[in-house]
C-alpha cells in the first residue's frame, strides 16, 4: 500500500448532436474584382458624391459562410452604384474565411479564429488580442469611425422569419422602422460573448448621431433571403436620399412591429434543448410555458406574447440560445 489516493477517472466529454446537413441554394460570388478595394482595405468601396450628405455603409460577410450579403454587394459593385449625395461605402469583412466556404461544409467557414461579430469593444480592439478576424477589425476600424449610417446583411441557420435587429437606441429603432423592411425590429443588448458591430462605439451612444442596424433576412443559402436583403439595402438608400434602386417604397408600413428583449438565454450546458422545433418569430401566448432544457434547468417563458427571436436549435455552451422578446408597438 503507498498511501496514494486511487486515481480518479476523467469525467467524459460533454457530447453536442451534431449539426444536420444543410442544403445551400445558392452559389457563391466571385468576388476577384472587389479584393483590392479602393479605399487602401481590401474588399473595401467607396464612392463619392459632389452633393454633400451621409457616410452610409452597408457591409456584408461579416460571417464568412453567409452568401447572401456577399451576393448583393457583388450586384451593386457590378452595376456601378454611385450616391446622388454623400458617400457610400461597400464592404466585404471576413474575406479570409469566406475564401475557404466549402457548400459541402457551409457553417465551417463563419469564422476562423473567433466570431468577427464578437469583437467591437474598445477594450478588445485596442488589447493584446491576436486572431485572424482582430487583425480585420483593426483594419478596418478606421474607415467605420467614419461611419454615420452602418447596414449589416446577415442570414439565419435555423428557420426564423426576416428581421432587423437595432439595438437598444431609440434612434437604432427610428432607422428600423423608416427603413421599414422586413417588418420586425427586435431592440436587444447583443450577445454576453462580445459585443457586435452595430454595438461599436458611437452606434450605440443615443446622444451620438452615427446609428447601425443589422438585418437577418432570412435563412442562410436560399434566394428568398437575398431578394429580402436586396429590398433592405434599397429602402435604406432611398430613405437616405443617396439611391434610387429596386421597387418603390410602400406608402404604409402598418404590417411593422417592434419587440424589446427582455431575457437572453445563453446555454450553460452542452445538453440545452429545446422541447420542440420552434421557429424564430413564434409567439407563446402564456407566461412560465416550458420552452427548452439547459441539463437539469427548466427554460420557460416570462411573460405572456413572448416572442422567440432566432432560436439556435444546437447551441453550444456559452452562446446565444435564444432571446425573449416582448412587443413593444
Same mark, same amino acid.
Given at each position: 500500500? %503507498?498511501?496514494?489516493? /486511487?486515481?480518479?477517472? *476523467?469525467?467524459? +466529454?460533454?457530447?453536442?448532436?451534431?449539426?444536420?446537413?444543410?442544403?445551400?441554394?445558392?452559389?457563391? !460570388?466571385?468576388?476577384?474584382?472587389?479584393?483590392? =478595394?479602393? %479605399?487602401?482595405?481590401?474588399?473595401?468601396?467607396?464612392?463619392?458624391?459632389?452633393?454633400?450628405?451621409?457616410?452610409?455603409?452597408?457591409?456584408?460577410?461579416?460571417?464568412?459562410?453567409?452568401?447572401?450579403?456577399?451576393?448583393?454587394?457583388?450586384?451593386?459593385?457590378?452595376? =456601378?452604384?454611385?450616391?446622388?449625395?454623400?458617400?457610400? %461605402?461597400?464592404?466585404?469583412?471576413?474575406?479570409?474565411?469566406?475564401?475557404?466556404?466549402?457548400? /459541402?461544409q457551409p457553417t465551417a467557414s463563419r469564422f476562423l479564429d473567433e466570431d468577427f461579430n464578437r469583437l467591437w469593444d474598445f477594450t478588445v480592439l485596442e488589447g493584446p488580442g491576436q486572431s485572424s478576424e482582430l487583425e480585420r477589425?483593426?483594419?478596418?476600424?478606421?474607415?467605420?469611425?467614419?461611419?454615420? $449610417?452602418?447596414?449589416?446583411?446577415?442570414?439565419?441557420?435555423?428557420?426564423?422569419?426576416?428581421?432587423?435587429?437595432? =439595438?437598444?437606441?431609440?434612434?437604432?429603432?427610428?432607422?428600423? #422602422?423608416?427603413?421599414?423592411? +422586413?417588418?420586425?425590429?427586435? /431592440?436587444?443588448?447583443?450577445?454576453?460573448?462580445?459585443?457586435?458591430?452595430?454595438?461599436?462605439? #458611437?452606434?450605440?451612444?443615443?446622444?451620438?448621431?452615427?446609428?447601425?442596424?443589422?438585418?437577418?433576412?432570412? @435563412?442562410?443559402?436560399?434566394?428568398?433571403?437575398?431578394?429580402?436583403?436586396?429590398?433592405?439595402? &434599397?429602402?435604406?438608400? #432611398?430613405? $437616405?436620399?443617396?439611391?434610387?434602386? =429596386? +421597387?418603390?417604397?410602400?406608402?404604409?408600413?402598418?404590417?411593422?412591429?417592434?419587440? *424589446?428583449?427582455?431575457?437572453?438565454?445563453? &446555454?450553460?450546458?452542452?445538453?440545452?434543448?429545446?422541447?420542440?422545433?420552434?421557429?424564430?418569430?413564434?409567439?407563446?401566448?402564456?407566461?412560465? %410555458?416550458?420552452?427548452?432544457?439547459?441539463?437539469?434547468?427548466?427554460? @420557460?417563458?416570462?411573460?405572456?406574447?413572448?416572442?422567440?427571436?432566432?432560436?439556435?436549435?444546437? !447551441?453550444? #455552451?456559452?452562446?446565444?440560445?435564444? @432571446?425573449?422578446?416582448?412587443?413593444?408597438?
Amino acid at each position: 500500500m %503507498t498511501g496514494q489516493p /486511487a486515481a480518479q477517472p *476523467e469525467p467524459e +466529454p460533454e457530447r453536442v448532436a451534431p449539426l444536420p446537413l444543410f442544403e445551400v441554394n445558392l452559389t457563391a !460570388p466571385d468576388l476577384t474584382p472587389w479584393l483590392a =478595394g479602393n %479605399t487602401g482595405i481590401p474588399g473595401y468601396h467607396s464612392f463619392a458624391s459632389e452633393a454633400a450628405g451621409p457616410h452610409v455603409a452597408v457591409v456584408a460577410l461579416t460571417h464568412g459562410n453567409e452568401l447572401t450579403g456577399a451576393i448583393v454587394l457583388d450586384r451593386l459593385l457590378r452595376q =456601378g452604384i454611385r450616391p446622388k449625395r454623400g458617400r457610400l %461605402t461597400l464592404g466585404f469583412n471576413n474575406l479570409a474565411a469566406f475564401a475557404r466556404f466549402d457548400p /459541402a461544409q457551409p457553417t465551417a467557414s463563419r469564422f476562423l479564429d473567433e466570431d468577427f461579430n464578437r469583437l467591437w469593444d474598445f477594450t478588445v480592439l485596442e488589447g493584446p488580442g491576436q486572431s485572424s478576424e482582430l487583425e480585420r477589425a483593426r483594419r478596418i476600424r478606421p474607415l467605420i469611425d467614419s461611419v454615420d $449610417v452602418l447596414l449589416d446583411l446577415h442570414s439565419m441557420l435555423w428557420p426564423s422569419d426576416p428581421l432587423i435587429l437595432s =439595438g437598444m437606441t431609440a434612434k437604432g429603432r427610428n432607422l428600423a #422602422r423608416s427603413i421599414g423592411t +422586413p417588418v420586425l425590429a427586435i /431592440a436587444d443588448h447583443g450577445h454576453v460573448s462580445g459585443r457586435r458591430l452595430i454595438d461599436y462605439g #458611437r452606434f450605440a451612444i443615443e446622444t451620438a448621431a452615427p446609428v447601425a442596424n443589422l438585418v437577418e433576412a432570412g @435563412r442562410h443559402w436560399e434566394p428568398a433571403t437575398v431578394i429580402q436583403a436586396e429590398a433592405t439595402v &434599397a429602402a435604406l438608400l #432611398r430613405h $437616405v436620399g443617396m439611391v434610387d434602386i =429596386g +421597387p418603390a417604397a410602400s406608402a404604409s408600413n402598418s404590417a411593422w412591429r417592434s419587440a *424589446e428583449v427582455t431575457v437572453v438565454v445563453t &446555454a450553460a450546458t452542452a445538453g440545452f434543448a429545446f422541447v420542440r422545433q420552434f421557429e424564430g418569430g413564434e409567439i407563446v401566448p402564456e407566461r412560465n %410555458t416550458l420552452i427548452a432544457m439547459d441539463g437539469t434547468t427548466e427554460i @420557460r417563458t416570462p411573460h405572456d406574447d413572448c416572442l422567440l427571436v432566432m432560436p439556435s436549435l444546437r !447551441p453550444s #455552451r456559452g452562446h446565444t440560445a435564444v @432571446r425573449l422578446a416582448r412587443f413593444v408597438n
